[in-house]
Each structure stands twice: as structure tokens, then as C-alpha cells.
């Protein structure tokens, strides 16, 4: 479903407006520019190993995808170190699992849209997170930072108590430190990671290190119109879910007539499904009572069409499903094998209901 890839004869313009494309908002474009006249951008991509990867994984993955487009180098960090920090989601034991998931899971979701895997790095954050080098500089950054400031910078990603432990204070600091020690241009994520991107562009200069770029996805809303979590089952699609799973969940998705506001559908069309197009457009197969095939060109075509209920939300979603199952089967393929059904239930292990006994 990719489009072609990288063209060695686009301009530094070019090459912009790809890196920049579809994003919700850009801080530092001088310096991405200003890289761009000397050579390729170095971009870096960051996930906590938490909960399961879902379809939602595909929004940046398609960010992914241009920036190898137009030239960059681009590293995927597997944040092991992050997540054990996250509020203790997980012990050591389950994040060494959960993190070779995540990269079974994440190489295979960039191979069903053709993205070339030799292009990538990929590194775990304890492969140089508990390097001394690295170490000092957290100890260095804790003189700086006051309380107010770690707080602020995580409360978007960290979760929020009213007794935080330490160490969800500590994570802004060790994200920002990932853009030195990964010899990155710029850091890529979602605009829920803005208040740690301007504590990177605060803190990481008075280290004595450069100020990076940063890259910012929209969020999209998950099926249920709020955001998309792996902690929720019913707002998000996993990408092992059957085809039975996928058709059952986009049934109950929320998807009013006209309504394009928080509409999770509409938005993995424009965040995902446009994006990945090889012809650019999006093809509606309807019965010929229901106003025959069509075809809409952009994203503006499909939402005004949908805007105007021109667009029945149940051929929409039946729409998305062939799309989503094009997507999803060969990570399907890719996961059924007992080596990598073990995998799955080692690192997602079935949470026995309170209240049910050993037997």
C-alpha cells in the first residue's frame, strides 16, 4: 500500500515538506533546514515497552515512512528503561519480554507497508541508558531540574498521583538526554510529548548540548471518540486481532452520520489509510442500491462527503475493514507460529479474574 520510496533527487524543499507533513505541529523547522543544506536529518522515535501495540502504532509508523522517504536516518528506541520507570508498570522480567515483542511486532507492521528494515536502527534504551556516561548526565540534569518543572513536562505521558514517586519525575529528563546519546537531529512523537520536548529545548542546552528539533503527530481518537489505549480494550484494535475481532469492534465503533469531529474512523483514514495509498485515493465498494463504488481522491473529498451524509457511516467502516485486514494479515501470518504464540503470552501474560482459584 506504500507509496514509492525515497527519490535521491528531491530538493531540501522537498524533503521538508515530507518530514513535515500531516504533523500537527513542528518546533525548530530553521534547524531542520538548516541541516538539510549539509546533509540527510537524524531523527529519533521513542516507545515505551507497556501495553500492546495497536493500530494506532500506525500512525507514527507512516511518519516513519516518509521520513526514510526523504532521506533520513531514523532510530526506533524500544524506551525499556522508560517503561519499568513509568509508575513500575512492569518488572524487569516482563519488560524483557514485552520489549522483544514490541520489536517482532513493530518490524512487522513497517514490513506490511514496504518500508525497507535496513534503513532503520533499532536500540533497546538499556543498550546506553545505564552507561556511566549517561548516568552522570542524570545526576547532572536532577541539579538542574526543580520538582515543578519534571512534573509539568511528564503530565501528559507520566501517569499523574498525587504522591509521585521519584521516578516518574525522572522520565522527561532521561527522553531528553535520549536526543544527545542517540546523535539525533530531531525527536519525533505524538503532541502529548510537547511539554517534554520544551523541557528538552530548555534543559538540554544548559548540559552544555544542543537544542533538537522536534516532530509532532495529532492524536488520533481511539473507536470509542476519546484516545486511542492499550488500556482500554474497546478503543483500540490490536494488530493480532482476527478479522472477526476487527469487523465485531469497528461495528460498535462510534461513528455518527455527519459527525466529523472525534471520529476515530475518519481520522485513521486521514492519519493512515491516505497517507499509505499507493493512487493517493480511497475506494468505497457499495452496493449499487446504496449509490454504486466511489472513489474520493483526498481526505477533504471523503470527510465533505461524510460531513454531508453522503457517506453511510456502515459503508465507511465496511471500507476501513478491507483496508485495516490488508494491513493486519501479515502481521497476523507473521505471529502464528509457536515460537511467537509464546512470545505473546509470556509478555502478555492472561490476568486471572479476582476471586478465581488455582486449579
Not at 531540574?145 to 514517586?165: M, N
Not at 493480532?240 to 465485531?248: R, V
Not at 455527519?258 to 480511497?282: D, H, Q, R
Amino acid at each position: 500500500m506504500m507509496a514509492d520510496e525515497k527519490d535521491f533527487r528531491m530538493t531540501e524543499d522537498e524533503k521538508f515538506n515530507l518530514i513535515t507533513r500531516n504533523l500537527q505541529e513542528t518546533l525548530g523547522e530553521d534547524k531542520i533546514k538548516a541541516v538539510l543544506k549539509e546533509r540527510d536529518l537524524k531523527v529519533y522515535w521513542g516507545t515505551a515497552t507497556t501495553g500492546r501495540p495497536h493500530v494506532g502504532y500506525f500512525v507514527p509508523m507512516c511518519k516513519i515512512s516518509d521520513f526514510l522517504r526523504a532521506g533520513c536516518e531514523v532510530t526506533i528506541l524500544f524506551a525499556d528503561l522508560h517503561a519499568y520507570l513509568d509508575n513500575m508498570k512492569a518488572p524487569w522480567s516482563l519488560l524483557a519480554k514485552r520489549t522483544e515483542y514490541y520489536e517482532h511486532v513493530i518490524k512487522a507492521m513497517l514490513k506490511s507497508i514496504s518500508v525497507p528494515l535496513e534503513k532503520l536502527k533499532f536500540v533497546k534504551g538499556t543498550d546506553y541508558q545505564l552507561s556511566r556516561e549517561y548516568t552522570l548526565d542524570v545526576y547532572r540534569m536532577s541539579s538542574m531540574v526543580t520538582e515543578h518543572d519534571a512534573r509539568k513536562a511528564g503530565a501528559e505521558v507520566v501517569k499523574q498521583v498525587s504522591s509521585p514517586l521519584l521516578s516518574g519525575l525522572l522520565y522527561p529528563g532521561l527522553q531528553a538526554l535520549d536526543e544527545e546519546y542517540l546523535d539525533v537531529d530531531a525527536q519525533f512523537g505524538g503532541v502529548d510529548q510537547r511539554k517534554i520536548f520544551t523541557f528538552a529545548k530548555k534543559y538540554m542546552p544548559q548540559l552544555g548540548y544542543k537544542e533538537r528539533a522536534h516532530l509532532m503527530n495529532p492524536m488520533v481518537p481511539g473507536l470509542t471518540g476519546g484516545k486511542m489505549s492499550s488500556s482500554e480494550d474497546d478503543s483500540k484494535i490490536d494488530l493480532l486481532d482476527s478479522s472477526e475481532q476487527l469487523k465485531k469492534k469497528l461495528k460498535k465503533a462510534f461513528c455518527e452520520p455527519g459527525n466529523v469531529e472525534e471520529n476515530g474512523i475518519l481520522a485513521f483514514c486521514k492519519s493512515v489509510l491516505f497517507p499509505l495509498s499507493k493512487t493517493g485515493e480511497f475506494v468505497v465498494k457499495r452496493s449499487e442500491e446504496h449509490g454504486g463504488p466511489v472513489t474520493f481522491a483526498d481526505y477533504k473529498a471523503l470527510e465533505e462527503a461524510f460531513a454531508k451524509q453522503e457517506l453511510h457511516p456502515g459503508d465507511l467502516k465496511a471500507a476501513v475493514e478491507a483496508y485495516l485486514n490488508c494491513l493486519l494479515e501479515p502481521i497476523r501470518k507473521e505471529f502464528d507460529t509457536p515460537e511467537m504464540k509464546q512470545l505473546t503470552a509470556e509478555a502478555y501474560p492472561v490476568e486471572k479474574k479476582s476471586g478465581s482459584k488455582d486449579k
